[in-house]
């Protein structure tokens, strides 16, 4: 294909929304901000070898790419409403590309997100994202709002997609042995890795109970600093309490610790909220359909301090992903 059926062929597929006044086909979109609203705007590159293993099949690459935008917005606490597609293609395939809009929009129609716009050039295999979102004015969810005292929590479960990326060897095994997992569990964990699910609903849901909310994409331990950092506070993670899915459970302690605190790519939320709200918290989330986990408590001072049984230090294997790192992940 010729660039522009390529951007036709997107075009062709791409969602509506009723307050797109201009989407795909001019310079730029135009998007109304309805009254007592703010605009929430998040961006995210994804490049072959960096983000995902070469060989992803393009349905899932589509999914993973929208998802991890929808996730910051779920951390802000977002409605989404629309997004861009810029991708940077070796060459414009059909098959491959058909592919990538299956999961793209099969994700955007579940969060009637519209695509508007966005551009294409040749060179290698790069997908970027950004996604708008709306939230109540003075409402979204912030970094900066954690205090001392508070209760710290997590959706979902976590390290499942650090255990397929060792599964499947583009990730050193935490303590140098490979989980073993059987097929039923090896397919969980995948999915979990190229098929995770934005909590929308969950941060939704979390407005005017959590304090602060971060998306946990490059490790807990690290996300989990970037509220300490923002807010001037430190947290305790208790290892212990960190939930683990019937296909991880089986990986031995301190094993499944490394992959859960410090993996990555969950895309699960991470919170705080007053400790008086538990009953609350766990309340509006069971209503979403989203299972919780106090995981720790906010204090004062600086930094993050995962403990172990008895309240023993425990020291990672390193604090999470962080990009220009002397090695990738995978």
Same mark, same amino acid.
């Given at each position: 294909? #010729? ?6 062929? &997107?075009?062709?597929?791409?969602? %509506? ?6 989407? &795909? ?40 790419? +929208? ?6 917005? %779920? ?113 969980? +964990? ?36 970037? &509220? ?9 993670v208790w290892l212990e309490a960190l939930p683990a899915s019937p296909a991880l459970a089986a990986v031995s302690g301190a094993r499944r610790a490394a992959l859960q605190a ?22 509006? +989330? ?32 390193? #604090? ?11």
């Open positions: 294909m #010729a660039e522009f059926d390529l951007v036709e062929r &997107i075009r062709r597929r791409a969602g %509506a929304r009723a307050d797109v006044r201009l989407g &795909i086909g001019d310079d730029a979109a135009l998007l109304p901000v309805p009254a007592g609203h703010e605009l929430v705007v998040t961006a995210d590159t994804l490049n072959a070898g960096v983000h995902f293993p070469a060989g992803t099949a393009p349905a899932d690459l589509g999914w993973k790419a +929208l998802a991890v935008n929808l996730s910051d917005l %779920a951390s802000m606490g977002a409605r989404p409403a629309w997004c861009t597609l810029s991708l940077s293609l070796p060459g414009a395939a059909e098959a491959w590309l058909d592919g990538f809009l299956d999961g793209f929009l099969e994700l955007a129609a579940r969060h009637d997100v519209a695509l508007v716009g966005g551009d294409t050039t040749r060179g290698p295999l790069s997908v970027a994202v950004t996604a708008l979102g709306l939230v109540e004015q003075g409402a979204a969810l912030r970094r900066d709002r954690a205090r001392p005292g508070a209760a710290g929590w997590v959706t979902g479960t976590l390290g499942d997609a650090a255990a397929a990326l060792v599964l499947d060897g583009h990730m050193p095994a935490p303590g140098g042995a490979t989980p073993v997992a059987g097929e039923e569990a090896r397919a969980f +964990l995948r999915a979990r890795l190229h098929r995770p699910t934005p909590r929308v609903e969950a941060g939704r849901s979390l407005l005017g109970l959590a304090r602060a909310c971060v998306d946990v994409s490059d490790g807990l331990l690290a996300d989990l600093g970037h &509220i300490c950092e923002r807010s001037g506070v430190g947290a305790e410090t993996g990555g790519d969950d895309y699960e939320l991470c919170f705080t909220a007053p400790a008086a709200l538990r009953e609350e918290v766990a309340q509006v +989330l069971e209503q979403a359909g989203v299972e919780a986990t106090r995981i720790g408590r906010i204090v004062a001072g600086s930094g993050v301090r995962a403990l172990a049984a008895a309240g023993s230090p425990w020291q990672p294997p390193h #604090a999470g992903y962080q990009h220009f790192a002397p090695a990738s992940p995978l």
